[in-house]
């Protein structure tokens, strides 16, 4: 089973508004990574955030990574047509490096 | 500098045939990752490759296998093909540990 989980599974908002999207997982990590994909295309990667870090900005993008309760939450402010997409965490694994995956978070901006 | 390229981009096969898929990783990358994507699965981890050696495998059956050669560049094959394989698989390199991945646009197969 994946670690990570992320929620809502979707999320649909209006041009301009913010989204939020959050990730958990379960066990000690190196670091945690955000990625988004177009249909039917490849990953992108948008920011990576270790473990000693508690946040990070790239541009409209905003992260936050809190080890206590193991969560991370992605804040895309001003959304724009174009950021409708999905967008999956992924943990690095402490104990042997392997990335685990979420299920993913597809975002809707409507125009 | 060139991203990941995977070829082929599409493939059609009929099931019991066999398939390879090709990815060429970023140059400089030595790590190279092979993910399976369905809608129903999500995004599954099928093995990792670093300098010509399987780091990581994930929990596929051994009818799915690959390798990776002097220059980096990997092959994944499947053989007895099933209906279930039908998937994006996806080729992504990094540069080490702890670094981002960087994701090919992925070879769609279909299985009849």
């Known amino acids: 089973s994946q670690q990570g989980e992320e929620d809502p599974q979707a999320l649909s908002i209006q041009e301009g508004e913010n989204a939020t999207m959050n990730c958990s997982y379960k066990t000690s990590i190196n670091n945690l990574q955000w990625y988004r994909q177009n249909s039917g295309r490849g990953l992108v990667h948008l920011i990576l955030i270790r473990s000693n870090e508690r946040e990070k900005h790239s541009g409209r993008l905003r992260v936050t990574l809190d080890t206590s309760k193991k969560s991370s939450s992605l804040l895309i402010t001003a959304s724009r047509a174009a950021d409708t997409a999905s967008y999956f965490c992924?943990?690095?694994?402490?104990?042997?490096?392997?990335?685990?995956w979420g299920a993913g978070t597809k975002l809707i901006i409507k125009p | 500098k060139a991203g990941v390229t995977q070829t082929p981009r599409y493939l059609i096969k009929t099931r019991g045939q066999q398939v390879t898929l090709s990815c060429s990783p970023i140059?400089?990358?030595?790590?190279v990752s092979w993910y399976q994507q369905t809608p129903g699965q999500g995004l599954q981890f099928l093995f990792e490759?670093?300098?010509?050696?399987?780091?990581n495998k994930g929990n596929f059956p051994g009818r799915f296998s690959g390798r990776q050669f002097s220059n980096s560049r990997s092959e994944m094959n499947v053989s007895t093909l099933e209906l279930g394989d039908s998937a994006l698989y996806l080729c992504?390199?990094?540069?080490?540990?702890?670094?981002?991945?960087?994701f090919g646009n992925g070879t769609r197969l279909t299985v009849t």
């Open positions: 490759y670093f300098s010509e050696t399987q780091r």
């Open positions: 992504a390199s990094s540069l080490k540990q702890d670094s981002p991945l960087h």
């Open positions: 140059s400089g990358h030595r790590s």
């Open positions: 992924a943990t690095e694994k402490a104990s042997n490096y392997q990335l685990i």
